[in-house]
């Protein structure tokens, strides 16, 4: 697969491809396509478990801050948050590009 052909855009082919062949290249072809099915799942999963992380350091930086705060301990947690901030305002514009 070439990096600028999507996954989606690989599974059209394929599945376009499959109608005109005989049975040994038809079994081949689904074999394809289930391999790029997987390849997708992977994909998603990974994604949702770099976000599960993403959300849970996020909140622990949260409650630090919020800690640190309530305890007089203002610039150690005025620089947590603000570490925090621009992590997420750099992720955001990192998205965008």
Same mark, same amino acid.
């Given at each position: 697969?070439? =990096?600028?052909?999507?996954?989606?855009? =690989?599974? /059209?082919?394929?599945?376009?491809? !499959?109608?005109?062949?005989?049975?040994?290249?038809?079994?081949?072809?689904?074999?394809?396509?289930?391999?790029?099915?997987?390849? =997708?799942?992977?994909?998603?999963? $990974?994604?949702?478990?770099?976000? /599960? $992380?993403?959300? !849970?350091? $996020?909140?622990?930086?949260?409650?630090? $801050?919020?800690?640190?705060?309530?305890? &007089?301990?203002?610039?150690?947690?005025?620089?947590?948050? &603000?570490?925090?901030?621009? &992590?997420? !305002?750099?992720?955001?514009?990192?998205?965008?590009?």
């Amino acid at each position: 697969m070439s =990096e600028e052909e999507s996954p989606q855009s =690989e599974l /059209t082919r394929v599945s376009a491809k !499959i109608s005109g062949l005989n049975p040994i290249e038809r079994d081949l072809d689904k074999l394809d396509l289930d391999r790029i099915e997987r390849q =997708e799942i992977r994909a998603l999963s $990974f994604r949702r478990l770099g976000m /599960t $992380f993403g959300l !849970i350091c $996020f909140l622990t930086c949260i409650g630090s $801050f919020t800690y640190l705060v309530m305890n &007089g301990h203002d610039k150690p947690a005025y620089a947590i948050l &603000g570490a925090t901030v621009l &992590g997420i !305002i750099s992720q955001m514009i990192k998205a965008k590009l």
